[in-house]
Every structure is written in structure tokens, then in C-alpha cells.
């Protein structure tokens, strides 16, 4: 018997491959063309016959912009779509570059990484604060959840033969 508590959609499967380093897009075998976020059916036929490829990570930055943010509130962030080359649209960010360095066109390279276990401020540091005591609540609640791994793109750089 199934263990109920174990997540099998598409989601859950694209989740523990990026968690193991993997990339992976799922591909429609009706319409032979790939899909993201994963689901389980083709947008674009409505075929069930899904099935799950790695990628390369490599693509093209299609649009990007900057969410200003004074630097008390943690600073800028850099948010891109990347087009990857196998036709899907990814929402990310783009590392390695300052954030007005990030152009439309720029080729990049899938990164995955895992986030930093303590986002915020410890019990210690948040004492020193009033106002980091709710941050500390948060703090505790998230080094108790999983932590997710994170996709993001560095520039690539094409090696000459």
C-alpha cells in the first residue's frame, strides 16, 4: 500500500529531483513538447502521456527587472524569466552579476542550490532587537519545515573549441 504521506504528483517528483541536483522538465509524448511547472496533463494537447526528461539548464534571459528595496529590507532583487532551450518559461533570478548587469539575451546556466538553513537573526541576536522577536518566531518555524532547494542561472560562457 501506498504511503499517504508521500507526495507522487509531478510537483513532488520535479521537487525531490531538484533536491538530488537534477533538472528535469517533463516532455509530451502526444505533442512532442516539453512542459513547466509540471503538471498532469499537456497544456498544449491535452495528452496524459507525460514523461520526465533531465535538461541542461541552459537558456536565454527573456525579460528581467528589479525590485527596488532599501537595505534594511534586505536590498534589491533581480527577477528574470529565462527562456530554456527547450521552450519553457522559467521564473528565477540570475546570480553572478550585478542586478543592472542582467540583460535581456544574456545566456545563462542553470544553478541549483539550497538556501541557507537561518534566514534570520538567532535567539541571541534577536534579543538585541524588539522588533527581531517575530522574526525569531518565523525563524524556528522555518528551520522546522523542509527546505526547498532553489533554482537559479549564472551567465554561461560558451567554451571555444
Do not use: N
Not at 534586505?74 to 527577477?79: F, K, L, R, W
Not at 542550490?113 to 534566514?119: D, E, I, L
Amino acid at each position: 500500500m501506498d504511503d499517504p504521506t508521500e507526495s507522487t504528483g509531478p510537483a513532488a517528483r520535479y521537487e525531490r529531483a531538484l533536491a538530488q541536483g537534477t533538472l528535469v522538465l517533463q516532455r509530451c509524448r502526444g505533442c512532442a513538447r516539453h512542459i513547466f511547472h509540471p503538471r498532469v496533463l499537456c497544456p498544449h494537447c491535452g495528452s496524459t502521456d507525460l514523461e520526465t526528461q533531465g535538461s541542461r539548464g541552459l537558456g536565454v534571459v527573456y525579460s528581467t527587472t528589479i525590485v527596488r528595496r532599501r537595505p534594511e529590507q534586505g536590498g534589491d532583487i533581480q527577477v528574470a524569466l529565462v527562456d530554456l532551450d527547450e521552450g519553457v518559461r522559467v521564473m528565477s533570478r540570475v546570480e553572478g552579476l550585478a542586478a543592472d548587469d542582467v540583460k535581456i539575451g544574456l545566456r545563462v546556466q542553470a544553478q541549483i542550490c539550497k538556501p541557507p538553513h537561518r534566514a534570520f537573526a538567532s535567539a541571541a541576536e534577536a534579543a538585541d532587537d524588539a522588533k527581531a522577536s517575530k522574526a525569531s518566531k518565523v525563524a524556528e518555524a522555518a528551520e522546522a519545515a523542509e527546505i526547498r532547494p532553489l533554482l537559479v542561472f549564472t551567465p554561461f560562457e560558451e567554451m571555444s573549441a
